[in-house]
């Protein structure tokens, strides 16, 4: 049965409908990794860096007044979001087609067209958040280039978003990788241990999960400790060599292939995230050193309305958090504008948290 264009139009282009949407790449990431738990008016995050208390209290006499101590200082740290926006001009012709109430046909495939670009659109904003999020995890960075395109690396960045993992926490982590896991004879459950317990000395946040690049399976499977783990352990044995992944509660940490995150770079070619011989330990997510905040932006409620001054034009706005979406319709030529954008950040609060690690090529 045909349909007013209002009826097929009606919800399609709501902010609701960019909250939805499922990225267009794959998703390897955790749901923990992508849930947001704070929201700020504007652009700007601000969060408190605190030193937790790690030293014994001090024994005295019992009955002696109480020694006085030095309290835990705390310091104020600020960061700028991400924030994209983009339009879109729908194809007039597909608009007439939508208003065609001469041909269910007709009517029928241009509302597949126009939920088709609708939908290819959006996605660009789910693409950027979990892109940003990888390259988050990936390097400690976020790159972006003179026109705002995300970057693979530091190559042509014009801006750069340092999340100060430091140095001592990537490559080798600090002599904890002191063998290469291409090499057969490397003790690989001596050097997770090692992260595991570096992670417990520098930040106490225990470290939960493992994402590995392409090669990692294939240095486990090939090294001198692999039959002594396997043997006599059928979940090992089916995760390895069946389903070609490390299984959860390997080292006690939950692994997680990522070899899959990819993406276009600004020449429009494929590019990965995580190296061949990379795997990242990170703790279980939680707002205490990480968490994906959302900003506000202004989206309007009504278009095209004439107010008697500007506290009464500013009932038309609204304070839209994270993803948003609106549309309109345009004079020059008579098309449907759609625009659509988002403001957030993936905000690695302590970037003692993580280990990259390069475990083989070094």
Known sequence: MAQTLQQILGGINKAQTVQQIRSGLPNVLPASFLTTHQRVVGRTVGYDKVSGQRAFAST?????????????????AAAGMIHAFEAIHHDPLILQNLMRQDSDQIQALAVDE????????????????LGAVCSMLANGKIWLDADGRLLFSSSGAAETIDFGV?????GQVGGAISASWATGSTDIVGQVQAIKKLAAQTTGFPI????????????????DQAPDLIQGNPELATAFFTAGEIPKGFCGLEWHPVYEAMGLNPAGQVAEFFGPN???????PSVD????????YLAPVSLGEVSEDAAAAARNLAQVFGMFSYAKVTDNPATIQHFAGDTFLPLLKNGRAIFIATVAGF
């Open 289 to 296: 050193w990480y968490d994906l905040a959302e900003g506000s």
């Open 278 to 284: 990379t795997v990242v330990f990170t703790p279980e």
């Open 60 to 76: 005295t006499q019992y009955g002696a007044p109480a020694r006085d101590v030095t309290q835990v200082g705390r310091t104020r």
């Open 114 to 129: 126009i939920l088709r670009q609708t939908r290819e659109f959006l996605v660009r904003f789910a693409n950027l958040r």
């Open 166 to 170: 430091p140095s001592a926490n990537t």
């Open 208 to 223: 939960a999960h493992a994402f590995y690049g392409q090669n990692i399976v294939k240095h486990l499977l090939a090294n």
